[in-house]
T-cell receptor, first 111, second 114 residues
Framework: GENVEQHPSTLSVQEGDSAVIKCTYSDSASNYFPWYKQELGKRPQLIIDIRSNVGEKKDQRIAVTLNKTAKHFSLHITETQPEDSAVYFCAASVIYEKLTFGTGTRLTIIP | DTGVSQNPRHKITKRGQNVTFRCDPISEHNRLYWYRQTLGQGPEFLTYFQNEAQLEKSRLLSDRFSAERPKGSFSTLEIQRTEQGDSAMYLC????????????FGSGTRLTVV
């Protein structure tokens, strides 16, 4: 089955700086890679996703890159703001089948 | 509200009791998923349905857990003879094949077994 590893487990950055979170996956059949933001006690919320036929996707301050050969994908947040503080999860799946999640990254933005 | 709805939001039960949770997906979504999340961990897959058919069940899921989606709309997850290790957040998600919008999660049911 799929195995997703996520690093780092915690990340602190100064407000305005960039944050990068990295994930690797094991199953070459996976073709869908979403990123979720989860605040304490709340549901995971999709912030960006990418499919395997695309190498990069950007949405305002958030971007995701995918390297299918190396089986890794990364989340990039630029110009970080205090409201970006949360736990971020990557995941991988064959789309619409089960998601396999990483272990999460607690991101803290220091004002 | 057209989101994924889960009830109850919180459930406290005594060890050994049975509990049942309900999930109402987005109405046009044909796939429905159950996940369990413990503190500090990512959601862990339990099972998923396409319409009323249960397509996959995690090997980690004990026989005390059962899920149904009888009419292909809402789903229930039952845990029999609860144990303290069952304490977790139970998340439901739904998706529409070919919808292009990925998975939408509900707010979850937090179970505490005392």
């Amino acid at each position: 089955g799929e195995n997703v590893e996520q690093h780092p487990s915690t990340l602190s950055v100064q407000e305005g700086d960039s944050a990068v979170i990295k994930c690797t996956y094991s199953d070459s059949a996976s073709n869908y890679f979403p990123w979720y933001k989860q605040e304490l006690g709340k549901r995971p919320q999709l912030i960006i996703d990418i499919r395997s036929n695309v190498g990069e996707k950007k949405d305002q301050r958030i971007a995701v890159t995918l390297n299918k050969t190396a089986k890794h994908f990364s989340l990039h947040i630029t110009e970080t703001q205090p409201e970006d503080s949360a736990v971020y999860f990557c995941a991988a799946s064959v789309i619409y089948e089960k998601l396999t999640f990483g272990t999460g990254t607690r991101l803290t933005i220091i004002p | 509200d057209t989101g994924v709805s889960q009830n109850p939001r919180h459930k406290i039960t005594k060890r050994g009791q049975n509990v049942t949770f309900r999930c109402d997906p987005i109405s046009e979504h044909n796939r429905l998923y159950w996940y369990r999340q413990t503190l500090g961990q990512g959601p862990e897959f339990l099972t998923y349905f396409q319409n009323e058919a249960q397509l996959e069940k995690s090997r980690l899921l004990s026989d005390r857990f059962s899920a149904e989606r009888p009419k292909g709309s809402f789903s229930t997850l039952e845990i029999q003879r609860t144990e303290q290790g069952d304490s977790a957040m139970y998340l439901c998600a739904s998706s529409l094949i070919s919808g292009g919008h990925g998975y939408t999660f509900g707010s979850g049911t937090r179970l505490t077994v005392v």
